[in-house]
């Protein structure tokens, strides 16, 4: 039974598109994450909400906008996407914020061409 | 000054030694301590954290933090060619359970 899924796992798509990324969690934690990892293997934290409340916001590009419908999701949708998108999306989840329950989701492999 | 650094590697041992990884970090408010296995293509896992200075053991990893310093290392004993991974450092400095992660040390255990 899968503790963090992700939907898609892969993602090819042409720049200028919008696309959307799912995430859901069946630990009953409170708190979700969205990080992104580019082609060097750096994983950087984008957003987090925490009781669906957004708690976390990088200076990320506001073309990009999670969504937290309730606890146990997290969604990302991405306006218009450019080449430097392309990365792998880790959603993340933990309970009461405490970093050392966190658990990461598959991730999403987002190729744009 | 990147906020968490660590050796890029790869980082090269033969089966049976004694890995060490090492990471450091800037900010003296940082007040937790994480090491995450990536194998590749995978999701990060966390094997190891620590919070106070001094070494925390579980099975063959040690993880030991010297706050002084800013300094966290990671040694692996016995290492086993299953080993081989990218080993993530992250601190967190209490802010809603953000972790900043440095770029990871690639390890190859030889068999």
């Known amino acids: 039974d899968t503790a963090v899924s992700q939907t898609p796992k892969y993602l090819v798509t042409q720049m200028g598109n919008d696309k959307s990324i799912k995430c859901e969690q069946n630990?009953?934690?409170?708190?979700m994450y969205w990080y992104k990892q580019d082609s060097k293997k750096f994983l950087k934290i984008m957003f987090s909400y925490n009781n669906k409340e957004l708690i976390i916001n990088e200076t990320v590009p506001n073309r990009f906008s999670p969504k937290s419908p309730d606890k146990a999701h997290l969604n990302l949708h991405i306006n218009s996407l450019e080449l430097g998108d392309s990365a792998v999306y880790f959603c993340a989840s933990s309970q009461d914020r405490r970093p050392e329950t966190q658990y990461f989701g598959p991730g999403t492999r987002l190729l744009v061409l | 000054q990147k906020e968490v650094e660590q050796n890029s590697g790869p980082l090269s041992v033969p089966e049976g030694a004694i890995a060490s990884l090492n990471c450091t970090y800037s900010d003296r408010g940082s007040q937790s301590f994480f090491w995450y296995r990536q194998y590749s293509g995978k999701s990060p896992e966390l094997i190891m954290f620590i919070y106070s200075n001094g070494d925390k053991e579980d099975g063959r990893f040690t993880a030991q933090l010297n706050k002084a310093s800013q300094y966290v290392s990671l040694l692996i004993r016995d290492s086993q060619p299953s080993d081989s991974a990218t080993y993530l450092c992250a601190v967190n400095r209490n802010q809603g359970g953000k972790l900043i992660f440095g770029q990871g040390t690639e390890l190859s255990v030889k068999p």
């Open positions: 630990l009953g934690h409170d708190t």
